[in-house]
């Protein structure tokens, strides 16, 4: 335990002095924090037509569940920006070959770098978990279902948790924030555009580029379906998807690989 503060208490200080990060890291979390107020108050509006989700049911019990962890999601690239530039500043300012020759080791080096991941991942994911909790509760006048659906939160931290350790193999690897990032983007751009023309190519509901890793972990929060024939009896136009358990499997086998990865990168370049 000693070790782990020791670690966090270095990553912190090096966050804490770099004024981009901070700004980053107290929008992103204030935003996530509030933003069960903020869907309430935002109308997207289509053709001069407000549009108000709490109407349709976007935040009845069980439908809130994968409604809010998955447009949620989105602002997990204000975290993996600051991921990557805090890794690619080590190598631009020569820091961490300060910590090395200060005696923290490669492996210890790396651990504090995914300590960060893992509370950005565990913050974000309890926030989001209060939020779809309160709006549920809020708007749902029979709240007997209240923890069906509960599964798309697990979903929503292993899909971060995804990403944060992708994240910080680009960095290592790439040792520059800009083209990282870029990298980030153009990969999970590329397994998109292959998933789709496997879809168009093939009528079998399983395609083999859903097992790579933006793809399998996207998998765990799927688009809200949506049927509006509930909504003309009545109802909400919200149904709740699969939660697809299996790719929980795959989203961890990823992370596993990505830090294996990172450390084999790490250890064996020099610095």
Known sequence: MKQILRLLKIEWNKIYNYKTARIFIIIYFALLASMGYLVTVIKPSVDNMSLDLARFGAYLFPYVWQ????????????????IITNITNEYTYRTMKQNLIDGLTKKEFLLSKLLVSLIFSLLSTIIVFFACLGLGLVYTQNPSSIFKGVTFVLGYFLKVSVFFSFCTLLAFWIRRSGFALMLVILWRLGEVIILGIEQISSRSSFHLSNLLPGNASATLLPFPGIKLQNFMRGGTVFSLSDFHAEYCIAAIVYIVIFIVLSYQLLKKRDL
Do not use: E, K, Q, R
């Open 67 to 82: 409604n809010i962890t998955y447009f949620a999601d989105f602002g997990s690239i204000f975290l993996g920006v600051i």
